[in-house]
């Protein structure tokens, strides 16, 4: 079974503070890995995609990779309250179009 | 920006109802699918859709269900017989290849 795990949580942090989110993935065909932002009741947005071995920064967020680990994370530094959220990590398989596989997801709550 | 678009918003239906869940995936978006949400749980994979025709589907997927692009810009989900336990979020998501963009969802609520 294909499985996508993340730290339970919830996570707290203080505002400007950097807060760490992780996944692990049991799939070793997976090749794609995506963060998901999920305020409550809405609907999942993309914020991060990662493809190869190492970091990517966008912005205030990074995701690295290490797929000899399987594990992936999520980086956001300086941390706001609108941060506040649940964070989704998902992993595909090879090729266009191949289902994301979703972990439970981790809330973060960022304190003013 | 484009987005995926969805409707209704929020469905109510009685137990053994067919309910469609309508979808405007992106417009150059090619890959197309579907994912639910049970209050408190994971998104789930339903089925993907690609080049008119269902490319994978999950165990969940069963002949109750049913997808269809009609026409050139919806895309539909169709549940025939709904259980109480089809109480969800419905999301809709494109994809251009890799990257999955979802729609706000269409909450449905089984009585």
């Known amino acids: 079974q294909k499985e996508v795990e993340q730290n339970s949580g919830p996570l707290s942090v203080p505002e400007g503070a950097i807060a760490s989110l992780n996944c692990t993935y049991s799939?070793?065909?997976?090749?794609?890995f995506f963060w998901y932002r999920q305020y409550s009741g809405k609907s999942p947005e993309l914020i991060m995609s990662i493809y190869s071995n190492g970091d990517k920064e966008d912005g205030r967020f990074t995701a690295q990779l290490n797929k000899a680990s399987q594990y992936v994370s999520l980086l956001i530094r300086d941390s706001q309250p609108s941060d506040s959220a649940t964070y989704l990590c998902?992993?595909?398989?090879?090729?266009?179009?191949?289902?994301?596989?979703f972990g439970e997801g981790t809330q973060l709550t960022v304190n003013p | 920006e484009p987005e995926v678009t969805q409707t209704p918003s929020h469905q109510v239906t009685q137990m053994g109802q067919e309910v469609i869940l309508r979808c405007v995936p992106i417009s150059n978006h090619l890959y197309f699918y579907w994912y639910r949400q049970i209050l408190g749980q994971k998104v789930e994979f339903l089925v993907s859709?690609?080049?008119?025709?269902?490319?994978?589907k999950s165990e969940i997927f069963d002949d109750q269900f049913s997808v269809e692009r009609p026409d050139g810009s919806n895309f539909t989900l169709k549940i025939r017989s709904t259980k109480l336990e089809d109480s969800a979020m419905y999301f809709c998501?494109?994809?251009?290849?890799?990257?999955?963009?979802f729609g706000p969802g269409t909450r449905l609520t089984v009585t």
């Open positions: 859709f690609y080049n008119n025709e269902i490319s994978e």
């Open positions: 799939d070793r065909v997976s090749q794609s």
């Open positions: 998501a494109s994809s251009e290849n890799y990257e999955q963009y």
């Open positions: 998902a992993a595909s398989g090879m090729g266009s179009g191949s289902r994301l596989t």
